[in-house]
């Protein structure tokens, strides 16, 4: 198919997926400690287990799922149906992540962190052919900038709306945080989905990679990773990055009220980074060599 045929409207879906992607993950990352925490009233330290598992997992599948990715041969192309399959248990577990039930200390724990780990799990099922797709999508260096801008707006404007709404919803949509957090994921959860769905029903893969008989066994091709030094160091460099980007989304809770005394100013403090990437999604096409 021609790039020619490439709309407006495909690139604007394309955004709004990354916009249910990436609200999907802030909302986690910035409020899942908080609530097991505060809300749901988990130890730290099971707490710390719980978060440490399931990162552990979502690095382990989404390196998989690039292999499994690449063999995957569909009318739907590639990618495209993992975000069908992928945001409907994506939105359950979502849901039922932020409402853990009336249990013992125990239970709690094994609810909580199973439910993690199973989430982070699935949302690598759909997230990492997501991000694929726009290599699929064109193969035009032009109209793949103009994706990659609607996805870096998309994608930040999800967390604009997540970290300036969610404490908003939570306190106005029950008498306490718990129903709070619970009718406010499963608001959330509608959204992003009929945002996925609006992406998958839009895009299209015009780009069908050639079909190599000889492909190496995953064994082989982890093995090669550890020659290939690149790769390496951008792995550290994102370890680190979004090390530091969940240190700081889960400490901004805590820091609004427990030293500033107002939890609802979290929303101002967690907004002040993704309005600033959107101001820059902007201007980085404008920038010249």
Same mark, same amino acid.
Not at 21 to 45: E, I, K, P, Q, R
Not at 156 to 178: D, E, K, S
């Given at each position: 198919?021609?790039?020619?045929?490439?709309?407006?409207?495909?690139?604007?879906?394309?955004?709004?997926?990354?916009?249910?992607?990436?609200?999907?993950?802030?909302?986690?990352?910035?409020?899942?400690?908080?609530?097991?925490?505060?809300?749901?009233?988990?130890?730290?330290?099971?707490?710390?287990?719980?978060?440490?598992? =399931?990162?552990?997992?979502?690095?382990?599948?989404?390196?998989?799922?690039g292999f499994?990715?690449?063999?995957?041969?569909?009318?739907?192309?590639?990618?495209?149906?993992?975000?069908?399959?992928?945001?409907?248990?994506?939105?359950?577990?979502?849901?039922?992540? @932020?409402?853990?039930?009336?249990?013992?200390?125990?239970?709690? =724990?094994?609810?909580?962190?199973?439910l993690y780990?199973?989430?982070?799990?699935?949302?690598?099922?759909?997230?990492?052919?997501?991000?694929?797709?726009?290599?699929?999508?064109?193969?035009?260096?032009?109209?793949?900038?103009?994706?990659?801008?609607?996805?870096?707006?998309?994608?930040?404007?999800?967390?604009?709306?997540?970290?300036?709404?969610?404490?908003?919803?939570?306190?106005?949509?029950?008498?306490?945080?718990?129903? =709070?957090?619970?009718?406010?994921?499963?608001?959330?959860?509608?959204?992003?989905?009929?945002?996925?769905?609006?992406?998958?029903?839009?895009?299209?893969?015009?780009?069908?990679?050639?079909?190599?008989?000889?492909?190496?066994?995953?064994?082989?091709?982890?093995?090669?990773?550890?020659?290939?030094?690149?790769?390496?160091?951008?792995? =550290?460099?994102?370890?680190?990055?979004?090390?530091?980007?969940?240190?700081?989304?889960?400490?901004?809770?805590?820091?609004?009220?427990?030293?500033?005394?107002?939890?609802?100013?979290?929303?101002?403090?967690?907004? @002040?980074?993704?309005?600033?990437?959107?101001?820059?999604?902007?201007?980085?096409p404008r920038?010249?060599?």
């Amino acid at each position: 198919m021609d790039d020619m045929d490439i709309k407006q409207s495909e690139k604007i879906s394309y955004g709004l997926g990354d916009f249910a992607s990436n609200g999907l993950f802030l909302f986690v990352s910035s409020y899942l400690m908080y609530y097991l925490s505060d809300v749901a009233c988990l130890d730290l330290v099971v707490i710390s287990r719980i978060l440490i598992a =399931g990162r552990i997992v979502d690095a382990l599948a989404s390196l998989l799922m690039g292999f499994v990715v690449d063999r995957t041969r569909s009318p739907m192309g590639r990618c495209r149906p993992y975000l069908l399959c992928g945001i409907w248990p994506v939105s359950v577990l979502f849901v039922l992540l @932020f409402g853990m039930p009336e249990l013992s200390a125990s239970l709690k =724990g094994l609810y909580g962190g199973t439910l993690y780990v199973a989430f982070c799990l699935v949302y690598a099922v759909m997230n990492v052919p997501f991000s694929t797709l726009m290599s699929l999508m064109t193969a035009d260096a032009k109209e793949r900038v103009q994706f990659n801008k609607y996805k870096c707006l998309g994608s930040n404007l999800g967390g604009v709306f997540v970290t300036a709404t969610t404490m908003l919803f939570v306190t106005h949509l029950a008498p306490n945080q718990r129903q =709070g957090f619970l009718r406010t994921a499963l608001l959330f959860a509608i959204l992003f989905t009929i945002f996925m769905l609006i992406c998958f029903i839009n895009t299209k893969e015009r780009i069908q990679p050639a079909v190599t008989e000889n492909k190496p066994d995953i064994r082989k091709a982890l093995g090669s990773l550890k020659q290939n030094k690149p790769w390496i160091l951008y792995c =550290g460099i994102q370890f680190c990055q979004l090390t530091f980007m969940m240190m700081r989304q889960e400490a901004t809770v805590y820091y609004a009220k427990y030293y500033l005394g107002r939890t609802e100013l979290s929303a101002v403090l967690l907004t @002040f980074m993704p309005v600033a990437a959107v101001l820059s999604a902007f201007l980085m096409p404008r920038a010249k060599r």
